[in-house]
């Protein structure tokens, strides 16, 4: 197995068609992140990328988590529905890829997690 990585996400709020959601978890940054450096590419075709500081690019299909601005790593991102679907299957496979885990959703006092 692969050296043991974790992203934990937890969904703040949902209005409308869109989730509030922040990174609350992450085990690795920068170039030990992903298999090709500061990159992860799911098979969905959503890219994770660790960079510079969460955000989430539609344009690109791009969620970056926490990079080299450690002090905005609490920053919430947004998203619409369907955008964070593909997000959180891609954060499932990232965790099953570099941890083996099987990745599920929490509900916990009126918030829900991707752990």
């Known amino acids: 197995m692969s050296e043991r990585k974790h992203i934990k996400l937890e969904c703040q709020k949902v209005f409308g068609d869109n989730v509030a959601f922040r990174i609350v978890e992450q085990t ?4 030990a992140f992903g298999s090709e450096g500061n990159t992860y590419k ?6 994770l990328k660790s960079y510079d500081y969460p955000q989430w690019v539609a344009d690109f299909v791009v969620l970056y ?3 080299r601005e450690i ?3 609490n920053l919430i991102i947004s998203a619409s529905l369907a ?5 959180a299957d891609a954060i499932r496979e990232y965790n099953k890829t570099f941890s083996g885990e099987e990745t599920t959703v929490v ?6 997690f991707v752990e």
């Open 42 to 47: 799911a098979s969905n075709g959503a890219t």
């Open 71 to 73: 002090t905005r790593d």
């Open 83 to 87: 955008d964070f679907k593909l997000i």
């Open 107 to 112: 509900m916990d006092s009126g918030t829900f």
């Open 28 to 31: 690795h940054r920068n170039k």
């Open 65 to 67: 988590v926490w990079g």
